[in-house]
C-alpha cells in the first residue's frame, strides 16, 4: 500500500471513498488499547466504589460526545481537518489556535498510550520470560512501540483504517476473555488503599472523575475527528448517518475500553496505580493475550495520534511533508514517554494533562460549532487554502488571516477554564466560586461562546449598518 501524500490540503471528491462505517471501525478499533482503558482506572483510583465509578465514566462520556460529534460534520463538508477547516472562524492563520490545540492533544494521548503499554509489556515479559525489569527494557520496549507507530502513522488513513478494522474485532475478543479472567476477584467496594475520596467528599470527587475519565475522552477527538471524516463524501452519505456513526463510533469505542479499565481495577485491586497490578492479578494463561492487547492495541491508538500530530505540525508549517512532520513529533512524542515514566506519578500526570487541555480545547470546540451553525455547513474549501499555500486574500483572510474576535474569544475562555481548574498541584483562583468543584470546560466553554457570539454580533451589525448607510449616501448623490 503506497504512503498517503495527502496533508491537509483539499480532498478530491473522487479520492473521498470512506463511509460511515468506516468511521465507526476507526473510532471503536483505534480506542480499544490500553491509553483509553487506564482511563477507567481513574475514577476507583479517586476513591470512588463500582457504580459511582460506572456512573460518572458513562455520564461524562455522553455529555462529551453530544458536544464533540457535530464536529465531524464540519470536515465532511470542507475535505480538511478540522484544525484548517476552523480558519472560516479563526481566520486562515488565526486557525493556528486549533492546530496547536490539536497537536497538545494528540501528543499527550500518543505518549500516554506508548507509556503505559510499555509498562504493561515489560510486567507482563518479566513474568512470562523473566526479563529484567530495567531502564534498559523500558527503553527497548519503549522504542519498539515507537517504531512500529511511525510506521503506521506516515504510510496514512488507509493502513491506519485496515488496522482499526482488525482490532476493533481482535481486541473486542481480547476484553471479553479479559472480562473472565480477572472476574473470580473482582468487587464492587471502593478500595481502601486510596484512603477515601481523593476531594474529600463524594459529589467534588465524582464531578472530577465525570470529567478527567469521561468527559476528556470525546474531547480528545475537537480536532481528530475530521482527519477521518474529511475522506467521507457528502454527495454520497448524508450529514444525519455521519453523525450516527460519529456517536456509535465515540460511545461504544470509549465506554468499551474504559469500563473494562474499571473492572480490571477492581479486580486487580489497583488503587495507586494500574499496570502493575494489571499484570500481577492475571492468571498466566491470559498473559499472552494481554501481552497481545498492550503491543497492537498501543500501536492502533497511537499510530492514529501521530498521524494526526503530522496533521497538525504539517498545517503550522505548510513547508514540510507530511511524512516529515510526522516523523519530527514521534521524536518529540517518543521524549515525552520516557520524561513521563521517569518523572510523572501516573495518577497526577494524567489527571493535570486532561484537565488542563479540556479547559483550553473546549472554547476552540464551542467557537468552532457556532461558526458551523451561522454557515449552516457552508464553505470555501479554496479560501481555507490560503495560508497553505502561502498566499493572501479570500473570505476568511479578516485582518492580516486572523479574526481577532475568535482569537480573543479563545483566549479569554481558555484563561477562565485555567483559572477555575483543580489539579493535583494547583487550584485556580476561581474555584471559590463553584465550591471548590473543578467545573473549568462548562466556565471555559461558556464564556468562550457567550464572548464570541458578543464581539461577532456587534461586528455583524456594524457591518450591516455601514452598508445601509453606503447604500442611503449613494442613493443620496443619485437624485441630486
Do not use: K
Not at 497537536?103 to 509498562?119: F, P
Not at 475500553?257 to 477492581?266: I, K, M, R, S, V
Amino acid at each position: 500500500m503506497p504512503i498517503e501524500q495527502r496533508g491537509v490540503d483539499t480532498i478530491p471528491d473522487e479520492e473521498r471513498t470512506s463511509g460511515p462505517r468506516d468511521l465507526v471501525s476507526i473510532l471503536l478499533g483505534s480506542n480499544l488499547c490500553l491509553g483509553v482503558i487506564i482511563f477507567g482506572w481513574l475514577p476507583p483510583s479517586f476513591g470512588l466504589g463500582w457504580w459511582a465509578s460506572v456512573s460518572a465514566i458513562v455520564a461524562g462520556t455522553v455529555i462529551g460526545t453530544a458536544l464533540t460529534a457535530p464536529l465531524a460534520l464540519v470536515s465532511l463538508r470542507t475535505a480538511t481537518n478540522l484544525s484548517t477547516s476552523s480558519g472560516a472562524q479563526f481566520g486562515v492563520r488565526g486557525r493556528l489556535v486549533g492546530s496547536v490545540v490539536g497537536l497538545l492533544l494528540a501528543l499527550g494521548y500518543t505518549a500516554l498510550t506508548v507509556w503505559i503499554g510499555g509498562d504493561v509489556m515489560v510486567g507482563v515479559l518479566n513474568r512470562l520470560f523473566g526479563l529484567p525489569v530495567s531502564g534498559v527494557s523500558y527503553a527497548v520496549v519503549y522504542g519498539l512501540l515507537a517504531a512500529a507507530t511511525v510506521a503506521g502513522a506516515v504510510y496514512g488513513y488507509r493502513v491506519l483504517l485496515a488496522m482499526s478494522r482488525v482490532l476493533a474485532i481482535g481486541m473486542t475478543a481480547l476484553l471479553v476473555v479479559g472480562v473472565i479472567a480477572y472476574a473470580p476477584h473482582f468487587t464492587t467496594s471502593a478500595l481502601p488503599e486510596t484512603g477515601g475520596y481523593l476531594l474529600g467528599s463524594f459529589w467534588p470527587t465524582w464531578l472530577l472523575a465525570a470529567v478527567a475519565a469521561g468527559l476528556s475522552g470525546p474531547i480528545a477527538f475537537i480536532t481528530l475527528l475530521g482527519d477521518y471524516t474529511r475522506y467521507i463524501s457528502p454527495a454520497r452519505h448524508s450529514s444525519r448517518t455521519v453523525l450516527h456513526a460519529t456517536w456509535l463510533g465515540l460511545i461504544a469505542g470509549l465506554l468499551v475500553p474504559q469500563l473494562f479499565g474499571t473492572f480490571t481495577a477492581y479486580a486487580a485491586r489497583a488503587a495507586l496505580d494500574y499496570a502493575g497490578p494489571l499484570v500481577s492479578a492475571s492468571p498466566t494463561w491470559y498473559l499472552i493475550p494481554l501481552l497481545l492487547a498492550a503491543s497492537a492495541g498501543s500501536v492502533g491508538n497511537a499510530g492514529l495520534m501521530l498521524y494526526s500530530m503530522g496533521l497538525d505540525l504539517d498545517a503550522i508549517l505548510p513547508r514540510a511533508s507530511r511524512a516529515r512532520a510526522t516523523y519530527t513529533v514521534a521524536v518529540v512524542a517518543t521524549v515525552c514517554v520516557f520524561v513521563g515514566h521517569y518523572a510523572w506519578n501516573a495518577q497526577s500526570a494524567m489527571t493535570s494533562f486532561v484537565l488542563l487541555l479540556t479547559a483550553i480545547g473546549t472554547p476552540w470546540a464551542v467557537i468552532t460549532l457556532i461558526g458551523f451553525a451561522r454557515c449552516r455547513g457552508v464553505y470555501d474549501p479554496d479560501a481555507l487554502q490560503v495560508f497553505n499555500r502561502r498566499s493572501r486574500g479570500g473570505i476568511y483572510w479578516y485582518r492580516g488571516g486572523w479574526n481577532i474576535q475568535a482569537v480573543v474569544s479563545w483566549t479569554l475562555g481558555a484563561c477562565t477554564g485555567l483559572l477555575a481548574v483543580s489539579l493535583p498541584s494547583y487550584e485556580g483562583p476561581l474555584l471559590s466560586l463553584t465550591g471548590g468543584v473543578d467545573c473549568s470546560f462548562v466556565l471555559s466553554g461558556v464564556v468562550g461562546g457567550l464572548v464570541y457570539l458578543a464581539l461577532s454580533t456587534r461586528t455583524a451589525q456594524a457591518s450591516v449598518s455601514s452598508e445601509s448607510s453606503d447604500t442611503e449616501h449613494q442613493r443620496a448623490s443619485a437624485a441630486s
